[in-house]
């Protein structure tokens, strides 16, 4: 078993707050130095209270099943002995009612074009065969229907954690 995390900042500055005129964009902070700009996106709340230059949690999760199923594929077709010079995926999400009221991702669908070269070339079958077998085992892919747990605290300003 392995842990994998990041930090999630965001600061309200000099904004008023609950008239819902506060900045959305935070930064996320990974264990390897990697700082990315995080916001809501600009479909859940309107510019400027939303960065459009920064990645949503939706645009997130597609990038991360789309990363995950590549980084598979690639491990499998060089346990083939396929050579991939490229691999490229313009991955989508689509988003709806999930019923009581609630919205979420409906499916992500997946959509590679992926280069080969060597001696060994793949036919359909097998490139068909590498993409099943990289689903089953990306990670993502198969927690999307996992347990999503709150464990936080709270403080006052000026106080000690409670």
């Not at 078993?1 to 990041?6: I, P, Y």
């Not at 099943?132 to 747990?149: D, G, M, Q």
Request: with cysteine; aromatic share 8%; proline share 5%.
């Amino acid at each position: 078993m392995s842990l994998h995390g990041c930090v999630v900042e965001w600061s309200r500055g000099d904004a008023q707050f609950t008239d819902g005129r506060y900045q959305r964009a935070h930064e996320w902070r990974f264990d390897g130095g990697a700082v990315v700009r995080g916001s809501s996106s600009p479909h859940s709340v309107r510019v400027p209270w939303s960065d459009p230059q920064a990645v949503d949690p939706e645009e997130a999760l597609v990038a991360a099943a789309s990363s995950c199923h590549m980084l598979w594929f690639l491990s499998l077709a060089a346990q083939q002995g396929f050579v991939v010079d490229r691999y490229s995926d313009a991955a989508e999400a689509q988003m709806g009612p999930i019923g009581f009221g609630r919205q979420g991702i409906l499916a992500i669908v997946l959509h590679p074009q992926v280069t080969f070269s060597g001696t060994r070339a793949p036919d359909e079958a097998a490139v068909r065969q590498l993409h099943e077998v990289a689903h089953e085992r990306c990670y993502i892919a198969n927690s999307l229907r996992s347990e999503v747990r709150v464990e936080g605290g709270w403080q006052m300003a000026n106080a000690r954690p409670a």
